[in-house]
């Protein structure tokens, strides 16, 4: 795939009005969820959520693409056809999550480094002859202040491999999202985070370069500079705003396409107001968009509820949602919208 194809596809996973749903959670973290609310995590039921999902009339107005994990791509809707196919159908990219979690990073104490990149570029080779168009790799930065987290060390192994991850995909015929993940539930406040958010995305570009990473060909998933969800001075929804966007505006290159956010454990309407305002402010040199996976998700499960009598109302909530939040990503969103319609 050339770097003209491959810029195309980036910039349509961002373009105005649609963004990314992430509904790539590994079978551990989807049984997390569905155990918070009582549904068995059976392999069909898996399917059955994810079938609920994608197959939701309509959805492909707002959402451009949807991460799936690497079980989730070998499935198919009800009628039998593969989830990819299924997609395409819409006009929605199927992506892909390759990395395959975080573990501990040796020689340190309670840090992550991501794994995944042993055997990627034969792994990616299949994902592509499977239907994908793009990938994802998270990278977890995790806050600690009285620990020192994080440490230099724990910056730099992760974004070197982000890089590693971005260069195979764009060698494969991916467009890599890269996603490096300040985690918001510490107990810092929004300085840290700002701070911590503006040493890793530097590094994070650093290794791009230095891997020969084409930044027409890429999404960045940032998380929001945000006050961590232990602290007890919260900043206002539009300090959230201004402070991401000063912080993206002295890291990300305007060769970068789009930005598509990660929610991050921030409440659905939350997400969509923070987002919302730093594209009212607006114009930008990126795309400014979402890549959610909860904010997104969670009000339709809690509908579906692992039962096929809820799939049709739980379709409305997640396409009411992902209206909510596509408004949000050309600036046109407002609190009232929330209940009007519903
Ligand atoms: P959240 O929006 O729930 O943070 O998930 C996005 C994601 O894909 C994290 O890797």
Known sequence: MSATDL???????????????????????????????????????????????????????????????????????????????????????????????????????????????????????EYVSLG?????????????EEKGFPSDYAIRCNAHALARYGALCQEGGLVPIIEPEVMMDGANDIDTCYDVTLKTQQRVFLELAAQRVDLRGMVLKPNMVISGKGSSTQASAQEVADRTLDLL??????????????????????ATEHLDLMNKQGPH????????????QDAALRTWKGSS???AEAQKVASHRASLTSAAATGTYSRDMETAGV
């Not at 305007?254 to 921030?266: K, M, N």
């Open 285 to 296: 040199p990126w795309a400014l968009t979402f890549s959610y996976g909860r904010a997104l």
């Open 309 to 311: 009598e809820n799939v």
């Open 132 to 144: 994908a168009k793009f990938a994802k790799w998270r990278a977890v930065i995790i806050i600690d």
């Open 249 to 270: 505006y002295r890291t990300v290159p305007a060769a970068v396409p789009g930005i598509a956010f990660l929610s991050g454990g921030q409440s659905a309407e939350v």
């Open 7 to 125: 810029a195309a596809i980036a910039q349509t996973m961002v373009a105005r009005g649609r963004g990314v749903l992430a509904a790539d959670e590994s079978n551990a973290t989807i049984t997390k969820r569905f155990g918070a609310l009582d549904i068995e995590s059976t392999e069909e039921n898996r399917r059955a959520y994810r079938d609920t999902l994608l197959s939701t009339p309509g959805i492909e107005e707002f959402i451009s693409g949807v991460i799936l994990y690497d079980e989730t791509i070998r499935q198919s809707s009800a009628d039998g056809t593969p989830f990819p196919k299924m997609l395409e159908s819409k006009g929605i990219l199927p992506g892909i999550k390759v990395d395959t979690g975080s573990k501990p990073l040796a020689l340190d104490n309670d840090e992550q480094v991501t794994e995944g990149l042993d055997g990627l570029r034969e792994r990616i080779e």
